[in-house]
């Protein structure tokens, strides 16, 4: 079945380090993003990419850092820059508009990151 | 659950009552919009969606309103049912590739 895993589903972190969170799809979709979820807010924009080795910053882009070298891969890392990194993060992905209003993303599952 | 708000506005029904959501949205150039689902522990799933020159479209079980003077957006769940309970966010998108997201509204049907 086509779909997006995220992995891990739950990553516990220390103080002052680095973190990958991992984001695979085989809906061979262009584009991918990742979002960020804290307890009463939307979610939010953190990077996406439309297209192999291109991405762009979101709303929420600091301390994080992003890298899409397959079409099926958008990796999210959560540097020890981002001073508030406890949250669920979501990755998803999109045929991108093009011409076309339609712009339905699909979501994985998310990872639930904590520092400790 | 431990994945979405604990302070969102929160609606609950009675099984097999209809259910209404409610969303404004922030933007009159905004042409497109959908309704997420989000159970406990999952991503957001995909309900329906509704252009900007549509009144109302339905689907199975769910209604999708726009009220482009007022910038509202409702959902209607008929015969809500327990597997309805989730979170449920609505989008705009205003002709980019990226999605606005409102905070969402948690359901909650009892028996």
């Known amino acids: 079945d086509g779909g997006i895993t995220q992995s891990p589903k739950y990553l516990f972190r220390k103080e002052g380090q680095n973190v990958t969170l991992s984001c695979e799809q085989n809906l061979n979709h262009d584009a991918m993003y990742w979002y960020r979820q804290d307890p009463g807010q939307g979610l939010r924009l953190i990077y996406y990419?439309?297209?192999?080795?291109?991405?762009q910053k979101g709303d929420i882009a600091e301390g994080y850092s992003v890298s899409r070298e397959k079409k099926e891969s958008f990796p999210l890392t959560v540097t020890s820059a981002q001073k508030n990194p406890t949250a669920f993060y979501l990755c998803?992905?999109?045929?991108?508009?093009?011409?076309?209003?339609?712009?339905?993303?699909?979501f994985g599952a998310g990872s639930r990151l904590t520092v400790l | 659950g431990e994945n979405v708000g604990l302070h969102l506005p929160t609606l609950s029904v009675q099984e097999g009552d209809n259910s209404i959501i409610n969303c404004a949205y922030s933007?009159?150039?905004?042409?497109?919009f959908i309704w997420y689902k989000q159970e406990s522990g999952k991503g957001p799933q995909f309900i329906i969606d509704i252009r900007s020159n549509m009144d109302k479209r339905q689907g199975q079980r769910v209604t999708v309103l726009l009220n482009k003077t007022v910038k509202h957006l409702s959902l209607q769940i008929a015969a809500t049912q327990p597997g309805d309970s989730a979170v449920y966010f609505c989008a705009e998108n205003r002709r980019t590739d990226k999605l606005i997201f409102g905070t969402g509204t948690r359901l909650q049907v009892f028996p």
């Open positions: 990419s439309q297209i192999v080795n291109d991405f």
């Open positions: 933007n009159s150039a905004s042409d497109y």
């Open positions: 998803a992905s999109s045929i991108p508009r093009q011409g076309s209003w339609a712009n339905v993303l699909t």
